[in-house]
């Protein structure tokens, strides 16, 4: 039997609104803009054949969307990010159109979405990790597969939009694990 798992919101980055909202207007004075949200559903089916994918939504504003793989990770005392390993990169507007994308060519943990052929506000992103077995330089932040053991460590399959400081961000995770 297939096994599916909704986790919401990841507890590291919770934060109240209501704090926010009553801090804002008390330290600026002015209305502040409500918590982005990113929806993520992590469908780890194909773990045991070293494939995790994941799909992020979430609104977006401008022209360019500026998307960030994760580069520092908690313990890891270097930029040791395991973008190696993103095997699919797909960005999407709200009606499935494909977007053309391309990577930033001083840092290439930032990916640019340019976004004049598309008019709604959802950006939709499908992103695949190939799960090898973890090198020296990402043991405790990659994720890997076998037929009877998975890890997922949730920095292969997130992308957060720049700008939005990680407190303001709320995450909702959906997992999708292989049968039995």
Do not use: C
């Amino acid at each position: 039997m297939e096994g599916h798992v909704q986790l919401m919101p990841m507890p590291w980055i919770r934060i109240s609104l209501r704090d926010v909202v009553v801090s804002t207007v008390i330290l600026s004075g002015s209305v502040p803009l409500l918590a982005q949200t990113l929806r993520v559903q992590v469908d780890a089916r194909e773990l045991p054949r070293k494939l995790l994918r994941s799909v992020i939504r979430f609104e977006a504003e401008g022209d360019t969307v500026a998307l960030l793989y994760p580069e520092w990770i908690t313990g890891i005392h270097a930029p040791r990010g395991p973008i190696a390993n993103l095997g699919g990169f797909v960005p999407r507007d709200g009606n499935g159109k494909v977007l053309r994308w391309e990577r930033d060519w001083a840092d290439m943990y930032r990916l640019l979405v340019p976004r004049e052929q598309s008019r709604t506000s959802e950006l939709r992103v499908d992103l695949t990790y190939i799960t090898n077995q973890p090198s020296t330089n990402s043991i405790g932040v990659d994720a890997f597969g076998f037929r009877t053991l998975g890890i997922i460590n949730w920095n292969t399959v997130l992308l957060a939009p720049e700008g939005i400081p990680p407190a303001e961000l709320r995450v909702e995770l959906e997992l999708s694990l292989p049968p039995g």
